[in-house]
């Protein structure tokens, strides 16, 4: 895999379109949610960019190459997965944290480090909440994601929670958004994220 330049994220390469899998017209909807309007109203405007995995592949590995120059943030995927590995708790590890199955992505998020950044005390970190067939929402921290079909991953330099901040100090005039609004519903989404990975390892560690 080649590896992507420091200044634009090139697209990764797809061998879907050569399969006979078909991206699912809903993940088309991705590319309408790129920041090209965020970018016309603020002043400091980012860059992301839309990747695409293949059914099979590993989505963090797949994602790694593209922080070789530098840190990379997961704003947003569609696409279903088949198997995830849950981060293990150091305090109260468990037997089981894998999640086997056909699971659509709800919600993603974290970042991604590339290993010889490590020594600078960072790390990645990606978070997931998925759908099952039974509608159930599981997920967590994640070690591992694979994917079922193929992905569409919105990536940036830049996290969620400065580009809220940044949309935040544009916009509070006109509508009225107050930061505070931005950080407590995110402490909000950690508390949830928080539960959901608790009752998820819940589940996978039952015994009859």
Known sequence: M???SGEVFPPLTSTAAASNSRIPAAMEMIDDILPQPLEQ???????????E????????????????EDEIF??????????????????????NTVLRGNFEISSIEG?????K???????SEVSVLVVGNDGRIR??????????????????TMNKNVIQNMACKEYEKENEISL?????QAKRMEEVMDQIYKATLKELNQTN
């Open 2 to 4: 080649a590896q992507p």
């Open 41 to 51: 109203g603020l002043k400091n405007s980012f860059l992301a960019t839309v990747v």
């Open 53 to 68: 995995v293949d059914s099979s592949e590993d989505i963090l590995e797949e994602l790694l190459p593209y922080a070789a």
């Open 74 to 95: 997961i704003l947003a995927a569609i696409g279903k997965v088949s198997y995830i590995e849950l981060a293990n708790p150091h305090k109260d590890p468990v037997p």
């Open 111 to 115: 970042n991604i480090v590339w290993p």
């Open 117 to 123: 950044h490590h020594e600078k005390n960072k790390k």
């Open 139 to 156: 997920g967590g921290p994640v070690r591992t994601l694979i994917a079922k079909s193929p992905i569409k991953v919105m990536i940036s």
């Open 180 to 184: 505070f609004q931005f950080q407590d």
